[in-house]
């Protein structure tokens, strides 16, 4: 066995002592208190990915959203790393989390772990040698299996730089430490996240496919919970690099949908002029949040709910 026991009881929690509620639908730039978000180091990671725009800094607001939850399925349209979902089911915030994702290589992924094939991939991980040579032998390889498009996509994902899996992005060179590309590859943690989802698998689901194929049915449900972190609207410039293998979305369509949900949603936007303006003019409400991402490198994100009391009545 990897597990080793995870402290999910320390106060972890966001600060929100002067946090109000939204009076309108457009108070976000309205003199609304920042929420902050955590330094990552100091939450628990169960996800396998080192995920470009994860979330583990809003590990202690999302603790306190899912604990006014009456609903027995969290549902993440845009799932990636999904560490929200895994957060959720291994806390024991709610009894099961359904995962959309649309890319094939991050479905694999997800499929393996959840899956008898999880004890093959953990062998793999712990047995590969890592180096320049050994990592672009698998990059290179033509997968013909799910778990082994899985394994290459782990590799990608920890090895290239920022962990980014869309095609163009380099090997890790120097790395952390100068560690190069050893840097995020941690075998044993691997093992042991991926041996804790799967002792999870009754709970979890993915589906690959389309998330937009079921979000009119899902925010149309007032029963339905969902945690939103779509692409970064700044992927849609032209010129920037994609991050992810789908990086355009219709944002628009989107935010007109949360507009007219009956469902209960909490969504992290990238904190943009445009994003502003395009949740302005859906009168969705939002709230900066300042965090720490993992390099000690302050960042702003915007979060928007359809009730933020579900935040703030929980500390």
Known sequence: MFIERLNT????????????APQDKTAGLKGACNLRGQNTASVPHYSPFRYPGGKSWLSGIFRQWLAGSGSSVLYEPFAGGGSMSLLAVIENFIPRAVLFEKDAAVAAVWKTILSSDAHWLIDRILKFRISIDSVNDVLMTKTRTTRTLAF????????????????????????????????????????????????????????????????????????????????????????????????????????????????????TYDDTSFTRQLLEDCGLPFYPVDMMNSNAVMKRELLVSNDFTKVTSHR
């Open 9 to 20: 009881n320390d106060n972890v929690f966001a600060t929100l002592d002067h946090l109000k």
């Open 152 to 267: 290459q996509t782990i590799v990608k994902n920890r090895c290239r730089r920022g962990g980014v899996i869309a095609g163009g992005a380099g090997l890790i060179v120097r790395g952390e430490r100068g560690n190069g590309i050893k840097s995020r590859w941690y075998p044993e943690t691997l093992a042991k996240r991926i041996q804790l989802i799967y002792e999870h698998r009754e709970r979890l689901e993915i589906r690959e496919d389309d998330a937009f194929r079921y979000l009119p049915k899902l925010l149309k449900s007032k029963s339905s919970r969902l945690f939103l972190d779509p692409p970064y609207t700044k992927l849609m410039t032209p010129g920037v690099k994609p991050l992810y293998l789908h990086c355009r979305l219709n944002h628009e369509r989107l935010c007109e949908m949360l507009a007219r949900s009956e469902a209960d949603y909490l969504l």
